[in-house]
């Protein structure tokens, strides 16, 4: 059973972790009123899209709270991190940075081979935020992950060249996806659940995309360690092997361990469905395009074709399926990204089609 000792020993000791104060939290919980009468179910709504503290919020914030946390202790100059070219997690690093004077020096990796010419969207705010921009073009038969490898070994050696000494350069890996910044979903577990006790709603199923797993595994840390019954669900938006599973796990064990808490996540905790990923990641889908239709023509919310639209391809698919109970209250925890829509047709698709 849910457990409010656990609550209270968990908010207890994350407040002591150091932080950086990034965005407007907590968020907004509201139901979606509209989708809610069409589907016969309570569908509420996580606004993490609304994160602050710049226009293009989202999920990255929570994480970077606790990185900078982190990096403003150790006094770093050059923060470094990684993603592909439309990265909203190298975005919001980079207008952290700015916040703290701090140099930003991205890698991003072309997956979608849209080049540098023309930018448009995060590409665009990157390059409006004078960040230091690293472009990494895919080799003919390189994956995604091999690329990934090849900016981190880049990096590591850029870092070394420009610092005087190891606390001069601070490497964030991709998404945030640190212990550190996992710790920023643990929080926002403890802010959720503390906005359902104050509005009086006691939510069964959370929908979310899942990429790196930082979100993911911050959420089902405090999950499991909470004993709480609500079921997760992390609706993948890229490929992943199997180690998937078992990393995600290891990494949300590990943000408890920042916390000198165990509880042993295992690789059968961490819930992630792949039937909406499509081609793959930044390729658009049918399912996904009308997701975004769906929620803009019924809300007026904005969704993502990246992440957030893929995600939302689920939560329809499962309640258009009989998959939710009628009459139960369920969240779909938007984690931003919506500034995509001003990428190219290569991640849009045939959205207006
Ligand atoms: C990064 C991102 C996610 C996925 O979060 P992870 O912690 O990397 O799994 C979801 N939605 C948006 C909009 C993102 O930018």
Redesign the pocket.
């Known amino acids: 059973m849910y457990s409010l000792a656990k609550y209270n020993l968990l908010k207890k000791s994350i407040v002591k972790v150091k932080r950086a104060e990034l965005g407007y939290f907590p968020t907004k919980l509201h139901k979606l009123e509209n989708l809610a009468k069409m589907y016969g179910v309570n569908i509420y709504i996580k606004r993490d899209d609304l994160t602050g503290f710049s226009t293009f919020g989202?999920?990255?914030i929570r994480k970077l709270e606790f990185l900078f946390g982190d990096i403003l202790e150790q006094g770093a100059k050059y923060i470094f991190t990684y993603g592909a070219t439309q990265s909203?997690?190298a975005m919001q690093t980079a207008i952290a940075c700015r916040k703290y004077g701090l140099k930003p020096i991205l890698y991003l990796i072309d997956v979608i081979n849209e080049g540098r010419e023309k930018p448009r969207a995060n590409m665009l705010l990157d390059q409006v935020l004078g960040a230091e921009i690293k472009l990494i073009e895919m080799e003919a038969s390189e994956e995604e992950f091999e690329a990934m490898y090849r900016a981190q070994d880049e990096s590591q050696r850029y870092a070394e060249e420009i610092s005087q000494n190891k606390n001069d350069y601070y490497l964030i890996p991709p998404?945030g996806?640190s212990p550190k910044g996992t710790l920023g979903f643990v929080n926002g577990y403890l802010e959720l659940k503390k906005q359902e006790f104050e509005q009086n709603i006691n939510i069964s199923d959370i929908f979310l995309?899942?990429?790196?797993?930082?979100?993911?595994a911050g959420l089902t840390a405090a999950n499991i360690f909470l004993n709480d019954d609500i079921n997760l669900h992390g609706i993948n938006v890229s490929h992943k092997d199997d180690s998937y599973l078992a990393s995600t796990a290891e990494l949300a064990n590990d943000a408890l361990s920042e916390l000198g808490v165990e509880v042993g996540v295992k690789r059968e905790d961490i819930k992630i469905d792949s039937s909406y990923v499509g081609e793959g990641y930044e390729i658009p889908s049918q399912a996904a395009n009308q997701a975004i239709k769906i929620f803009a023509e019924n809300e007026g919310i904005f969704l993502?074709p990246v992440?957030?639209g893929k995600a939302a391809a689920g939560l329809i698919d499962y309640l258009e399926k009989g998959k939710i109970e009628e009459g139960t209250d369920i969240l779909f925890w938007h984690?931003?990204?919506t500034n995509a829509l001003f990428a190219g047709p290569k991640i849009l698709g045939d959205l207006l089609s």
């Open positions: 989202g999920n990255k909203n997690h998404g996806a995309a899942t990429g790196t797993g930082g979100t993911l993502d992440y957030t984690t931003g990204g």
